[in-house]
């Protein structure tokens, strides 16, 4: 009996763009929604050190999350082009060995982070009490750390298989259970800063026992790898996955500067950027979501060698990205007073809000062409290219326009200065990727 064709080898590539993104983002924005929460219900504690705390718990998260992220890259390609060569013994020897890997040294990394947690949160400008919550925050979430990888990279290997609902589904109980428990814990128990980050890590547990299951029940679950396996599947796993962690520890880098140019301008500065930190995603949380969604979609016509679709499929992400990113920067411009109001925002606060949801929600473009962009050189097997666009967009494209931003606008004009540096990469990253695509196509 013939097997079926991998799922996005055939098919109209836009709806399988929007339908992937769409679902993705979906999960995504769940998890996204329930930190948007967090950092109101702080907010209403009327306490600028708890809020500055989350921002900079956050800068020291996106870390360890990095490293999560980047297997789930890896895992996610090396099944999605296992499947599109015909290959499903493969894609489940190499999710095992993905998953396997992914928690020994993330679960290593989060312990080195945990180690120097003091000296990280000062480094990003935490001073005195804030310091001291902002540590204890941190020492909360960052044990949970493997769990939250599990579920970054068993989501990835679902989203490769095509099964973009289930692995939605999987952040979307554990927002639930989030959202559920911050109220009772933030002011019911009186827990506040120590009751959010609790109320994260039983979100942790629930995303991972829901991503994993469905791979048992619903594609063929895992094969069981020995030693020889292992070693065997390491060096495909990391060769993707080295770079691409390092790909996405330049974006905590980037905003670990960010964050310390911000705190020369006060707590209050710090608080707005934290409120604008929370909501990029959620606003933006399809496109956050595109990278994953259309990495199967390029990984899978690869592998079958259908390059024609593999350019088509780029195009289509990139549209996806434009008309989605204007429709959402008119919104929030004209609900930015609401927003600023329901921060209780105030001064600097209230500027930086009212900057984010004006011209530099537009921007946010830029940041989509360099996930598109990722995910093309990833699974066309240039994920070191990906590394140098997001390493030089938080270095040369963060550093130099941080600080000229700053010296002409204060506040205001790090952000600005950050989403300049943002504009010039991510052109630089659509025309690497045009570039490797049709390299690929030639070979």
């Given at each position: 009996?013939?097997r ?44 600028a050190?708890?809020?500055?705390a989350?921002?900079?718990g ?6 360890t ?26 894609a489940?020897r ?38 001291e ?88 679950g ?15 796993v ?85 008309l ?55 699974n ?5 290219l ?13 550093i ?6 700053g ?37």
């Amino acid at each position: 009996m013939a097997r079926a064709p991998a799922k996005f080898l055939t098919g109209n590539l836009f709806a399988h763009v929007t339908t992937m993104s769409l679902t993705a983002s979906v999960g995504l924005m769940a998890l996204f929604t329930v930190d948007f929460v967090d950092m109101l219900f702080i907010a209403m504690l009327g306490k600028a050190e708890l809020a500055a705390a989350v921002g900079y718990g956050g800068a020291v998260l996106f870390f360890t999350t990095s490293f999560g992220i980047g297997m789930g890259i890896a895992a996610g390609a090396l099944v999605a082009r296992a499947l599109g060569a015909g290959d499903p013994a493969l894609a489940r020897r190499r999710a095992a060995s993905a998953l396997v890997w992914g928690v020994v040294l993330g679960s290593a990394f989060a312990a080195g982070v945990f180690a120097l947690l003091r000296p990280l949160a000062a480094l990003l400008g935490a001073q005195g009490a804030t310091l001291e919550l902002t540590v204890h925050f941190l020492r909360i979430l960052v044990p949970s750390q493997p769990l939250i990888m599990v579920g970054m990279i068993a989501g990835a290997i679902l989203r490769a298989h095509g099964d973009a609902r289930r692995a939605m589904m999987a952040t979307i109980w554990g927002g639930l259970v989030n959202a559920a428990l911050d109220p009772v814990l933030i002011f019911g128990l009186g827990m506040e800063l120590t009751g959010a980050a609790l109320a994260s890590v039983a979100a942790r547990v629930v995303i991972a026992a829901t991503a994993l299951i469905p791979i048992f029940r619903h594609h063929g679950g895992l094969v069981r790898p020995g030693l020889p396996e292992l070693r065997l599947d390491l060096r495909p796993v990391m060769a993707i996955a080295g770079p691409a962690i390092l790909t996405q520890l330049a974006t905590p880098v980037g905003q670990a500067y960010v964050t310390a140019a911000m705190a020369r301008y006060g707590e209050e500065a710090v608080a707005g950027m934290a409120i604008v930190s929370r909501m990029i995603p959620l606003a933006f949380g399809v496109v956050f979501a595109l990278s994953g969604a259309v990495g199967p979609i390029i990984g899978q016509n690869a592998g079958a060698g259908l390059h024609r679709r593999v350019r088509a499929a780029f195009d289509a992400a990139m549209l996806f990205a434009a008309l989605f990113i204007a429709a959402v920067a008119a919104v929030l411009f004209l609900l930015r007073g609401p927003l600023a109001d329901l921060f209780r925002a105030e001064g600097i606060t209230r500027d930086l809000v009212y900057l984010f949801c004006g011209p530099l929600a537009l921007a946010f473009f830029f940041n989509g062409a360099i996930f598109v962009a990722n995910a093309a050189l990833n699974n066309l097997g240039r994920p070191f290219l990906s590394t140098l666009v997001n390493w030089g967009r938080q270095t040369a494209g963060t550093i130099p326009f941080v600080l000229a931003g700053g010296a002409w606008a204060g506040a205001e004009g790090v952000l600005i200065g950050q989403a300049a540096g943002g504009a010039l990469f991510g052109l630089t990253a659509w025309v690497l990727a045009l570039a490797v695509i049709a390299r690929a196509g030639r070979a």
